[in-house]
């Protein structure tokens, strides 16, 4: 079987990651084969894509016909796009020649970030394809499709295990309190300093580190500073050892607006730290958390609920250990090989040779 994975540029976002990590799983497999094609050129930080059957493609108004040479020369039996805003590319790239076409929804589909036109176009061509994956069942809902042939659903795959500590750590975590993901309005951190000022006045020896950069951080800087937390809450910055940086962390928290499948988290509950994470729409979160076992869910934007949360987490040496044990488990449940196995299922499902 060949697969060309379309994506929207090879920059450092969950939507290359998966693509990356599902190429390069699937060209492992017996007869088959996966290339990425990008269709928009990076710019920024990017992911090193000299390991992958890679091109990208000069974005202008030839893009579509650009993609229609290489998938009738590369000839897959699948185009998938990662990503709905690119179906106003895709699809049209895809008509007559016999290619099946999957679309896969990367985000809270009710929080679309583009032009309203591209909005409207994309979602009445979205409904030529001929199979759709979510990442959760509520984004699988609110497009109204039911699971078998036409849709499914797969939650991101957990990556980057063979860098990670392979036990929960056993010692005494350190009075810290951390965050990764970037410094966006949509990750919301300015409520988790709002809480955290709290939080520091009944536990003075905590601090709060947020890893991550991005268009807030000017922002962010402003509340500490006018908080008088300039000692007590750190923006470090990106890191390629966010791994060892975070490990030992009594709590790790997440207070997006939406999101929709949390790589930052799964990675941090595999990890063992104890996870607390706003049940955000569509819905990630609440697939890979059951509140109380392990971790624990607040309500969007809800900072008395945050903090009471925090709060429990690290007054209690007990509890931190039951939570880091139980999100342990995650390692199993969404690995890797597991994970592209449902692709490879569906695609032969779509294909017309999977049951």
């Not at 975590?173 to 951390?178: G, K, L, S, T, Y």
Request: aromatic share 8%; net charge positive; proline share 4%.
């Amino acid at each position: 079987m060949k697969i060309i994975i379309i994506i929207s540029s090879s920059g450092v976002g969950g939507s290359q990651r998966v693509a990356m990590h599902l190429a390069e799983w699937l060209s492992k497999q017996e007869d088959c084969s996966a290339k990425i094609i990008s269709l928009k050129k990076t710019q920024g930080n990017q992911y090193n894509m000299s390991q992958y059957d890679y091109e990208e493609l000069s974005f202008g108004y030839t893009i579509i016909g650009q993609l229609r040479k290489k998938i009738k020369k590369f000839k897959p039996d699948i185009v998938l796009s990662m990503g709905v805003p690119m179906t106003i590319y895709t699809v049209p790239a895809c008509w007559f020649t016999g290619v099946k076409h999957i679309i896969s929804e990367r985000n809270d589909p009710a929080h679309f970030a583009g032009k309203a036109l591209v909005k409207y176009v994309s979602r009445i061509l979205m409904r030529t394809a001929s199979g759709f994956v979510f990442q959760t069942k509520d984004a699988q809902r609110y497009y109204g499709v039911t699971e078998g042939k036409r849709s499914t659903v797969i939650p991101n795959p957990l990556s980057g295990i063979e860098h990670m500590p392979s036990q929960i750590y056993n010692g005494k975590r350190e009075n810290q309190i951390v965050s990764v993901g970037r410094l966006s309005k949509q990750k919301n951190q300015a409520l988790l300093i709002d809480v955290f000022a709290e939080i520091v006045l009944v536990h003075p020896e905590y601090k709060l580190v947020i890893w991550g950069e991005g268009s807030e951080r000017k922002s962010l800087e402003e509340q500490i500073k006018s908080m008088g937390l300039k000692d007590k809450v750190i923006l470090p910055g990106s890191t390629d050892q966010v791994f060892d940086k975070i490990y030992r962390a009594s709590v790790f928290v997440l207070t997006s607006d939406f999101e929709g499948m949390p790589n930052a988290l799964m990675e941090a509950m595999a990890l063992g730290i104890p996870c607390i994470s706003s049940d955000c729409p569509c819905g990630g979160p609440r697939d890979l958390i059951k509140d109380g076992e392990n971790g624990m869910l607040f309500s969007v934007g809800n900072r008395q609920e945050l903090k009471e949360k925090i709060l429990m987490i690290i007054e209690s040496d007990d509890l931190q250990a039951e939570i880091s044990k139980n999100a342990f488990s995650i390692r199993k449940t969404h690995s890797l090989n597991t994970v592209c196995k449902k692709w490879l299922d569906y695609f032969k499902v779509v294909c017309g040779n999977g049951s």
